[in-house]
Structures are given as structure tokens and as C-alpha cells.
């Protein structure tokens, strides 16, 4: 289970995540130009796309988690229930009419 974050360290990750996604997309609106023809070249760079968007994806998650902690909006935890107690059935046990 992950340690409990309090408003002010959510609150610095926040900023830190948010200056981060900014300079993301920052950069790459800036670069649009030579990123597109890095992209567009096959082979490997194929790939720098979705890395791209795990980038982006990474950061700005990283920034919105931070920002509902910050506000104090958690999930809500499940309740924990009780089971009741196992009934044992009685063992079926073939029989032979003879």
C-alpha cells in the first residue's frame, strides 16, 4: 500500500509536474516541424512517437494525480467486509442400492 501524501508535498510534486508538462508540450508545439520529419523517417524512429506519448502521458498524469491529492479528492477506499464463516457440507458419498 503507498504511503499517505500530504498537501504540501502533493502541492510541490504538483508544480513540479506542472512546469515539466508545460515544457513538454512547450517543446513540442516549438519543434513541431523537425519532430514531424524525425517521426516520418520509418524504421526506428517509428517508435519515437508512442514513446512521445508516454512522455506526455507520464508527465501530465503525474501532474493531474498530484493536483486531485492537492485539492484533497481521493478515491474512495473499499469498505471492508466481514466473510461469514465457511458452512462445511456434508460429503456426498455415492452409494450402491443393492
Known sequence: MAHEMTKKQAVVRMIGFGAASAAVYGAIFYFSNPITEM??????????????????SYVHGGFASNLWTALGINARQPAKTLQPAAT???EVRATLNA
Open 88 to 90: 462445511k457440507r456434508p
Open 39 to 56: 517521426f516520418s523517417r520509418g524504421g526506428v524512429y517509428a517508435a519515437m512517437p508512442i514513446a512521445t506519448v508516454f512522455l506526455v
